[in-house]
């Protein structure tokens, strides 16, 4: 946890290390969320993460604009500040606030309750329209906050346009396309051993489910919508259930992973499959309150939620186990809620055991499961699938359907062994997938095995191992790249030991082999990982390792700490104009490249030189190889903080590698004429 006070001295000394004051605060800003209800902006997003591309390469041979400007490469040109969207505010008060102080915050605010997500104590406001960011600061300015964000946006993790699915796999009629998932993770093996207990309830937070479907009617318990009718109006929901645990050996439609396990239909997505990480953490927290053993999140959006964050923590400490979709934006890197360390994330391999192109991957992956051509229940009714789906049955392929084969497995461990906890079944799946022993950053600990799994779930061994951190030390200071290092021992063998901070795996997880796997610098010493302490502001933190054996067994260590890394800044002026002129351009990007990855602050202020009628406004950009950064303002400043991170050389990120930039847009939608001319400065300040 990182106390209050420390973070605002935290703030302040950025602050003085940039050239101006914050006078305007867009903290949030810069994740710009997407919301539930529209799906059309989700083409915005992605418009945005593509653009990023074309904008870095643009940075060496940048088009030489003049007279009217071209809008910038990386800005589309139709988009301005007011189609920036917005969710609702989540916030959470400390445990001790006064209700004068948060009535006093909401008239603030102007904000209206909305609701409250039982048990994790998350308030849920909406504000005035384009509000939302602007009141994030006051409600953190308040001792009576724990914690303030904008609710964000989440989407269903299928594949619709892969190439699977364009040929013979979208014209088979059901039945013609061979299930193969049961197959690849050994589930007919562990069918000789367990098939599930009806006891063993998987919930499905997604579309919804079919509950009439011949092959799931038989197998749905309890359930819930936070969006009035719990009827799946998309389709994704009812396949998500078939695969984990569609009616199995009667004579009809697909075989599920876990036979007799029951499935409890949590609709939080809407007919087109999007929705709100609010939802999406009421619904978990629904899920663990009413008996649900295993939690399957084949969903995921691209901004951090601690909301979601802490939902996913109430559903471990009451024995349930989040499993999560990593994503298939084809990136490095996990979405939410896939992100945190207490979900189970899983990618997707083809039936080569390949990972499949679209998935995700990288040191977030823990394992991955068969997510091409996966064929499953449909509705039997028509949904917005059944526009390019047959009804009844049919094959998707995503990282959505990688998950629910892991919860399926997940089920079957249940149903062998009720007593174990949520993380014992983590523990289990993880050090039974794969080679049993190795990590690397494509596949995570590797495929699961649904045999290897069962057979441990009787535990022969239920001694836990003992951690020892290493490093760091209680109390100490670090910088700079730094080894985080258990020496785990056990009496049967240690698996791993995985590495958290902030509520995340950082690193790679330690094993017991020396020299390091997968294309991250290998580590040379077994349990460790380096850990890059640039990634982090200064201030205290807290270093939580997990140790598993190869049981699943599983103990933690928390060690707090202190990260202590010197600042840089950099500064950038240009004087631009609209329309642009010779030797004056209506904008300027920067390339800006640390050789190692780094968290970072960017403000860029300016000062009008000239304005004649002028109706545009200004937009700054932070793009990081991986993602873009983007925001419009009619203010006199732009602050991003905190939140951005700027890539290494050497790390996770493309070799495109981060640029930083200004300029000022033509137009308001439907407005033209007038121009202007403004001095920029941007600073940008970072660990060093
Ligand atoms: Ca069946
Ligand atoms: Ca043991």
Redesign the pocket.
Known sequence: MFPKSTFFQLLDHIRSAGSRALSSRLMAGARAPITADNGRRPLVLLALVAAALVLTSGLIDRPGAKGEPPDPPSVPSDITEEEVPEGDLLVKFRPDAQPSEIGRLHAAANAAFISDIAGIGVTRLRLPPGQAHASVELYRASEAVEFVEVDGAVQTQFSPNDPYYTGAYATTRFGNIAQWAPQAVSAPAAWDITQGDPSVVIAVVDTGVDTQHPDLAAKIVGGTSFLGSGKDQFGHGTHVAGIAAAATNNSTGVAGICPRCSIMPVRVLDANGNGSMSDVAAGIVYAANNGARVINLSLGGPSTSQTLRIALDYAVAHNALPVAAMGNTYMPQAMEPAYWYSALSVGAVDQTGAKADFSNYGAKTDVVAPGVAVLSTMPTYPVTLSQTYQQNYDALSGTSMATPVVSGVAGLILSRNPALTAGQVKGIIEATAGDGKSFNTTTGFGLVNASKAVAAAAQA?T???AVNVVSPTVGSTVSKLFTLQAAPT???GAHHVDFVIGGTRVGLPGTSSVGGAGKKPASTIAWATQWESQRYWNGPQTFTAFAF?T?G?LTSQDVPFAVLNSYKTVTLTAHLCNPSTAGCDYYFLNPVMPDYTAVAHLQVNWTYTKSDNYTGRVWATLANGASQEIFFTSQSSIDWYPGITLCGTSSDCTPMGNSVGAGMTRVVKGQKGGSAEADFVITLTYPE
């Open positions: 061994d001694t836990p191992p056990d009496n049967t054996d049981a067994n």
